[in-house]
């Protein structure tokens, strides 16, 4: 029997037993508990913590580095941030990623999340909540900066877009702070608009 495993993390089911398509498959859902968004305040320490990863992605990775970049919230000053450092690496070959390296680490690899960002993801323990995403990239010269670096740049530069972004992250938090699928996804209309200013 071929089994297809299904993860959900959402607020809106219950666990069950597996579902039996047919005789030949067999899907099998996990379920976790909803994650809880939690913001706190802008902390310069994270930018110390770049820097402490940066370092150590340097020894991993090495020559296949072109760039490293801090991403996410906790780059962008003034702003609340989930607790989760979010680094972005552009590298010569993505083919060459050094995933044992990565692995020893304690950085384990979630594969193409998104059509060319392959992510390692580092937890404090087994089943917690990811405390450093790095998300790698191809080196593409027919294009600019992977979006996640352009956003977190552009509100760096225009503290007005990024005082917008802090509101809608507060409007968010109080409607869906047990489900961290759906305050993510409440950001995407907000985060086009500012890839559509670049």
Not at 119 to 139: E, V
Not at 151 to 159: Q, V
Not at 168 to 180: G, S, T, V, W, Y
């Amino acid at each position: 029997m071929y089994k297809i495993q299904a993860i959900y993390d959402g607020a809106d089911f219950k666990p069950q037993q597996p579902i039996i398509i047919d005789e030949e498959y067999e899907v099998i859902i996990t379920f976790f508990e909803p994650i809880k968004v939690s913001l706190l305040p802008h902390d310069e320490d994270w930018a110390n913590q770049f820097d402490a990863v940066k370092q150590e992605l340097i020894d991993i990775l090495g020559a296949n580095i072109l760039q490293i970049h801090h991403i996410g919230s906790t780059a962008i000053k003034n702003i609340l941030a989930k607790p989760i450092l979010d680094v972005a690496v552009i590298v010569n070959d993505i083919q060459r990623l050094n995933v044992v390296g990565m692995d020893i680490a304690g950085y384990s690899y979630h594969g193409e999340r998104t059509p060319g960002r392959y992510l390692f993801a580092r937890h404090q323990q087994l089943g917690s909540i990811a405390i450093q995403h790095i998300h790698c990239y191809q080196k593409n010269y027919d294009e600019p900066l992977p979006p996640t670096i352009l956003f977190c740049k552009f509100l760096n530069e225009h503290p007005e877009y990024a005082k917008q972004y802090n509101d809608l992250k507060l409007d968010l938090l109080a409607k869906h702070d047990n489900n961290r699928w759906r305050y993510s996804s409440g950001k995407s209309e907000f985060v086009q608009m500012i890839l559509d200013l670049v």
